[in-house]
Structures are given as C-alpha cells and as structure tokens.
C-alpha cells in the first residue's frame, strides 16, 4: 500500500515535471511595458501570432510608460541570474546588454530572412551589435508629434500652428474657451519626450545632432539650447493643475474626450485613439510640433533574446521570426500606432497619420534628418540619459532661467561621462 502510494506521488511527479518541462519549452517569456488600451490591443496581436506558431506567451508586463520601471526590473532579474526570454528594449539598451554578453544571436535567423535589405540603416545600428543581429525592430516610433481634438480646433477656428508663436497663440484661444490647452503627465520621461520637440524645433536637425547626439558642449550649454528650455517654460504654462504624475494614456484620454486640444507625445499615443474608435481628421488631428516639420525624431521598439539554455532557443527565435514577418509588421503597427521597421511594407491601409509618417521617413532618410529620440534612448547611452533628464525635469517642473538651464545640461553630460 505504501509502495504504491509512493509510486503514485512519483509518478504524479514526474508527470507534472514533463508536462513543465513541455509548457516551458513551448512557451517564451516576454517582459514588456505595454499595458495601456492601445498597447494591450498592440501586443496582442503578436501573442496571438505566436499561438498560432505553436507556442505559449508568458506576459511579464511591467506597468510605467516609457519603460523605466521595466529597465529596473529587468536588471534586478539579470542581476539574480533570472533574465526573462525576450525583453522589449529601445536604443542604447541593447548595446548595453548586447556589450554584457548576454543577448542571445539572431543572425542566422536575419540571413535567411533578409533583414538587412529591408531593416534601415539608423535602426540596424542598435538592432546589430558587432556585425550580429541582438534585437529584432518591431515598429518605428516618432516622437515630434501633436496630437489635437478637432472638434476643439473646429469649434475655435484654429489650425495647427506652424510656428511656435502660433501654438502659444491657439493655447490662449482655448484657454479663453475653457478647455486645457495641454494635456500632459508630470513625469520625468514625459517632459523629456517634449523636449525632444523643443530643442529640434529651437535650432533644427543640424542642431539636434550637435547637442543631443554628438554631445558637443557649446551647443549644449548655448543660446538656442536656451530657447529649447524657453519653450520648455511656456508650454508648462499650458497644462493643467493636476499634471504631476499623470500617466500618458490619460493625458491621451483627455485630448480623446475633449477635455484638453493638445497633447505633444509619439505616435503611441494614436494607438488610444485608434482603440477609442477615433478617426484621424475627423475626431482627432495630427501634426508636427512647430518648427519640426520635415524631421523625424524616432525610437524602434526591438526585442532582445536573452542567453537563457538551448531548450529555449527555438521559441526565441519563433519569436524574432513572428516580429520579422511582412505581414504580421503591417497588422501590428496598424494598432500600434507606429509604422513597421521593415520599409518593404506597402502604407496602403495606414490612416492619414501612419501614411505621413512613412512619407516623411522616407524623406528624413534621404535628407539624413532620422534622428534618434533622445527621451527613448536612441540619441545617448543610458547613464548620461539620465542625468541630462533630471535636470529637463527640474526645471520643467521649478522654472529658472533657460540660459542657466543649458549650462547646468551641459555640466550634467560634462560630469556623466
Ligand atoms: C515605447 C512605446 C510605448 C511608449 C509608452 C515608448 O518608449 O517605445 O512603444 O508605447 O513608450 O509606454
């Protein structure tokens, strides 16, 4: 009796081991940030897409736009010695883990599949590392977006402003009207997804480049930079009490119902209007902020493989496989909100903005104005990210003077290198 009740836990056992052991194999583990409307119904479609390939999703979300909340999670994990399969990166973060070792390979994948013939050279920059493909780009995002309520702008006769005067001038006609003229939330990435805008608009690409990429001091701590900051100061005159760490999408919600006329963030944010069942130039507008018209400031969302055993390899590269595909490409960004990474996908059933998006890459790429985002990690490594945001942050949020603002930008970069 006894032999047999042993068996029978041993054997319940090992059944229950192989059945773990089949799911683990089968499924693959993906930490993300995409947790708003939009991004959930984003998402999706690639978990469905990796259903349909024969594997299980393991959904490690980690709330917090922007995804600061999921970097630090995931360097815990990596620092137990848990890294997750698969892990939503933007920019610089793949060189970093790419430079750790620990990102697995996905070149054999990309040879056969021919990425880099359809991939553009400023994402394969972050996306290879060392010749080796280590992420695989599922969207181009673009930062240097606003987006409008028309009914507000219809009802007030405003048209997107062309200049930044403009926009201060509309501001006020809505305040009069009692709406909020900026929507926005309070929170150090947010402020700097502005400022991405701010600076391109106050001195150009050319400029943009300078100060934010190469880092080049004068420009950094300069007169134009200052009027970065100035700009900075005006549009927090716009937004409304309650701001201070509000989170995205409900900045986005307030836009959507009419409550506020703008809001300045990336093309994610067309994602909540798309699920909201919002029309672009009929219920909502999208242009370029002021001054940027022309330039494409970008962040790629890619996802890292992390080296975690053979048994996982094949759901890892499943899943870079299922990101790469044409068609999955269109279907994802078309909710997304984003445009694909792969330029072979035809813009034909994009909405208006998803279509402008694409032309106008077409021309940053020609005209070499494709800059990276420097809110998401695409203009500089993540250590000087950080402190160069603090200081975009504190004085977005305690004022000064934008002169004394470039120069102490300037001492942060000075003293993160
Ligand atoms: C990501 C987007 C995301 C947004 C808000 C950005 O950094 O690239 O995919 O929707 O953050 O969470």
């Known amino acids: 009796m006894r032999t047999k009740t042993i068996a029978a836990v041993v054997a319940a056992a090992f059944g229950v081991a192989s059945?773990?052991?089949v799911?683990?194999?089968k499924s693959v583990e993906v930490v993300h940030w995409w947790t708003s409307g939009g991004e959930a119904a984003a998402l999706n479609v690639l978990k469905q897409d990796m259903l349909k390939r024969g594997y299980g999703w393991k959904d490690s979300p980690v709330a917090g736009g922007g995804g600061d909340q999921a970097r630090t999670v995931l360097r815990a994990r990596v620092a137990a010695g848990n890294p997750p399969d698969a892990m939503q990166m933007l920019g610089f973060i793949i060189t970093d883990y790419a430079e750790e070792g620990l990102l697995g390979d996905l070149t054999p994948v990309a040879t056969k599949e021919g990425w880099d013939k359809v991939v553009p050279a400023p994402l394969q920059k972050f996306d290879k590392y060392k010749g080796h493909w280590v992420a695989a780009p599922v969207n181009i995002h673009r930062t240097n977006w606003i987006w409008a309520n028309k009914k507000?702008?219809?009802e007030l006769k405003i048209t997107p402003p062309k200049t930044f005067d403009e926009l201060l001038a509309a501001a006020a006609k809505i305040r009069k009207a009692g709406y909020i003229p900026l929507a926005h939330g309070g929170q150090a990435w947010q402020d700097a997804t502005i400022f991405d805008s701010a600076v391109l608009s106050a001195g150009g690409p050319a400029f943009y480049r300078?100060?934010?990429i190469e880092l080049d001091p004068a420009a950094l701590s300069g007169p134009t930079m200052a009027k970065a900051f100035e700009q900075m100061q005006k549009l927090r005159g716009l937004v409304d009490d309650n701001f201070p760490g509000r989170d995205w999408n409900l900045a986005t919600a307030m836009v959507i119902n009419g409550k506020a006329a703008m809001q300045i963030m990336g093309d994610w944010a067309k994602g909540e209007f798309l699920k909201a069942g919002k029309k672009p130039n009929v219920d909502f507008l999208?242009?370029?902020y002021p001054g940027t018209e022309g330039s494409f400031t970008f962040n790629s969302d890619a996802f890292a493989m992390f080296k975690v055993g053979k048994e996982q390899e094949a759901g890892q590269l499943a899943l870079a496989s299922a990101i790469m595909d044409k068609t999955f490409q269109e279907q994802f960004n078309l909710v997304k909100g984003s445009i694909p990474a792969r330029m072979d996908v035809s813009g034909e059933r994009f909405e208006a903005c998803g279509k402008k998006?694409?032309?106008?890459?077409?021309i940053a790429l020609k005209n070499d104005s494709m800059l990276g985002s420097f809110a998401h990690g695409h203009a500089v490594p993540e250590s000087i990210k950080g402190a160069m945001i603090d200081v975009v942050t504190n004085f977005f949020n305690s004022g000064g003077s934008p002169a004394d603002a470039?120069?102490?930008l300037a001492a942060a970069v000075e003293a993160s290198k």
């Open 406 to 408: 470039a120069k102490k």
């Open 286 to 288: 999208c242009f370029q």
């Open 357 to 362: 998006s694409m032309a106008d890459l077409k």
């Open 23 to 25: 799911a683990a194999e």
């Open 210 to 212: 300078k100060a934010l």
């Open 19 to 21: 059945m773990t052991a």
């Open 152 to 154: 507000i702008f219809d």
